[in-house]
């Protein structure tokens, strides 16, 4: 079930989100700091955070920050706030928040953005997983495997590729055909696309 994360130092604000959301079948949890948010939050349930803006100790942009630069979690952001202004919605938005609304937000403008942010988090999970999934294979991959899939990907030839690593066309074609198998892949096009979504690609080749 998606979660709702609501982080806002207001008691009546916190309990009024917590009875919407789950009236509208969201699971939610709730906290009056971010601290004690970030001391409990589990990045590993899908869901989204939707904070105020101006609380004691670190606010809503400093909550942001921490949460975008943490490698466990793509936590999609919804900000509620009562003292919205133009810059701080801006910063807001470019670290990539979900919506920035202004209270009183009506329950349609709050809903519609949760079920954006529950999308967001939805496409990020399936692509994480689809990375998680291409590091497994190439892990497989023996060390000359992995030579040859970032020859392939850079678009050389299995003439040059020998060339390139001192060996016959023969082994070549040995190592590429074992390395495609382990890839699940039977076209360098798939191969390419596999590559470029873990930053395998041309500009390997120089390193």
């Known amino acids: 079930m998606f979660t709702v994360f609501v982080v806002d130092d207001d008691p009546g604000v916190v309990k009024a989100l917590a009875r919407l959301l789950?009236?509208?079948?969201?699971?939610?949890?709730?906290?009056?700091?971010?601290?004690?948010?970030?001391?409990?939050?589990?990045?590993?349930?899908?869901?989204?955070?939707?904070?105020?803006?101006?609380?004691?100790?670190?606010?809503?942009?400093?909550?942001?920050?921490?949460?975008?630069?943490?490698?466990?979690?793509?936590?999609?952001?919804?900000?509620?706030?009562?003292?919205?202004?133009?810059?701080?919605?801006?910063?807001?938005?470019?670290?990539?928040?979900?919506?920035?609304?202004?209270?009183?937000?009506n329950d349609v403008e709050i809903l519609a953005a949760i079920a954006r942010a529950a999308d967001q988090d939805s496409r990020a999970r399936r692509d994480f997983t689809e990375l998680e999934v291409i590091k497994r294979k190439i892990a497989t991959l023996t060390p000359r495997e992995r030579e040859v899939l970032r020859h392939v990907v850079a678009g050389r030839l299995n003439k040059q590729i020998?060339?390139?690593?001192?060996?016959?066309?023969?082994?070549?074609?040995?190592?590429?055909?074992?390395?495609?198998?382990?890839?699940?892949?039977?076209?360098?096009?798939?191969?390419?696309?596999?590559?470029?979504k873990v930053g395998i690609g041309q500009s390997t080749m120089s390193g």
């Open 22 to 105: 789950r009236a509208n079948g969201y699971a939610v949890q709730t906290f009056t700091s971010p601290q004690e948010f970030l001391g409990k939050h589990n990045p590993s349930i899908p869901g989204c955070a939707l904070l105020d803006v101006s609380m004691p100790g670190i606010d809503g942009l400093e909550l942001q920050r921490a949460l975008v630069a943490s490698k466990d979690t793509c936590r999609p952001i919804i900000f509620l706030t009562g003292k919205g202004d133009i810059p701080t919605s801006v910063r807001a938005m470019k670290a990539g928040a979900v919506d920035f609304l202004t209270k009183p937000a």
């Open 162 to 196: 020998a060339g390139d690593l001192g060996t016959v066309e023969k082994t070549v074609k040995v190592h590429r055909g074992r390395m495609m198998v382990k890839m699940g892949v039977r076209t360098v096009a798939d191969l390419v696309r596999l590559a470029e």
